[in-house]
């Protein structure tokens, strides 16, 4: 089923667009020039639409001039307090989140409604398991996603009867299995477009995996229109996650695809170190690239005939390759990175021209 579609700005969620890539600031709202600084960071990576905590009226204060610096649409995050979110409403921000677990009085709820139905921006309606309502848990206390999914659609229904519809829903838990249950179920329920994540995954490594797992298995049913990968790390590191994740299930494609062996008794060369190299230089290509970094012929040469670029290793050397044809042969082993970059960085220049 086609979701609905919500306008963020100049930014389209739902309605069969492309599968938005979220973050969100960890700098201090307050400081604006490091807010603004790591939202241009984020937007360099291609992130499309940035959130920003909102937790005291000075931060809403410099929302105002964030808003007018940033350079995509801003997100206002907001908890407990409903006068910040029309403070930000005020402020100019294309989108709020509000979270149902703590901000429950239907009165100033209707409050930042009609101000978001006047400034015609969306509101999502984010459920989280971390902030659930302990009248949605279960009979130990815990989360489920019942829960998850009650919390959210008794604020939806409230919004519905004050006639706004611009909502994007978001049900997220900790858990991989209870958010997977948690969106299968939601989607039978309502058509609003799906904000996807898993809420507090974890450091970098393990929360990019239970990242790519929970929102491989929904992104793999058709399920989410924009998602949020959520590490305890640069938030620039959460969108190439995205990106990995939706390139693996050929959902977008953005920068380089690398296929690098996993090295073995046969390796001459250090392609762990090679391949390092290479993507830490590479970083800003946003072309769709397919780059092979192989450490012998065995599938190297295979590999080296579907890449745009490849590298295959021999006795501590190798030969570059461009579209399958060798273009740099016996170049040393201590070469091959800056030959791999070279080559690469003239596919981009020629996809330029
Ligand atoms: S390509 Fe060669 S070096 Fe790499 S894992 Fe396969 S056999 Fe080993």
Same mark, same amino acid.
């Given at each position: 089923m086609t979701r609905r579609a919500v306008t963020v700005g100049d930014v389209r969620i739902g309605g069969?667009?492309?599968i938005v890539v979220q973050s969100m600031t960890n700098t201090d709202t307050r400081d604006v020039a490091a807010t603004v600084a790591q939202i241009a960071l984020l937007e360099r990576a291609g992130c499309e639409i940035v959130r920003v905590a909102v937790p005291d009226r000075a931060a809403g204060e410099a929302l105002k001039e964030i808003v007018g610096r940033a350079p995509v649409p801003l997100v206002a995050d907001i908890h407990f307090d409903h006068r910040l979110a029309l403070q930000a409403i005020e402020a100019g921000v294309a989108k709020l989140r509000l979270n149902p677990g703590n901000l429950t009085d239907r009165?100033?709820?209707a409050d930042i409604v009609r101000a978001a139905g006047e400034a015609g921006i969306p509101i999502r309606v984010g459920a989280n398991s971390g902030s659930l309502a302990r009248r949605f848990r279960d009979a130990h206390g815990r989360p489920?996603? &019942? !829960?998850l999914v009650s919390s959210a659609l008794e604020e939806v229904r409230l919004l519905e009867e004050l006639g706004f519809d611009q909502i994007v829903?978001?049900?997220?838990?900790?858990d991989v299995p209870m958010t997977v249950a948690a969106y299968r179920d939601v989607v039978q329920k309502v058509d609003y477009p799906l904000h996807i994540g898993i809420t507090e995954a974890g450091t970098a490594r393990e929360g990019a995996i239970r990242s790519s797992v929970g929102l491989g298995i929904l992104l793999a &049913? !058709?399920?989410g229109d924009t998602l949020r990968v959520s590490l305890a790390a640069d938030p620039v590191e959460e969108v190439r996650v995205a990106y990995e994740i939706l390139r693996a299930l050929g959902?977008?494609?953005r920068g380089i695809c690398y296929r690098v062996c996993p090295t073995c008794g046969r390796t001459e060369v250090?392609?762990?170190?090679?391949?390092?190299?290479v993507e830490e230089a590479l970083v800003d290509v946003i072309q769709p690239l397919t780059v092979a970094l192989m450490g012998c012929v065995v599938?190297?040469?295979g590999e080296a005939g579907e890449a745009d670029v490849a590298l295959v290793g021999g006795p501590h050397s190798g030969t570059v390759y461009v579209d399958g044809e060798p273009v740099d042969r016996a170049v040393l082993e201590a070469g091959l990175a800056e030959a791999v970059i070279r080559a690469v960085r003239a596919k981009v220049g020629s996809h330029d021209g």
């Open positions: 069969g667009a492309p009165r100033k709820i489920t996603a &019942e !829960g829903i978001s049900v997220k838990g900790t &049913e !058709g399920l959902l977008r494609e250090d392609l762990v170190r090679i391949a390092r190299e599938n190297g040469l």
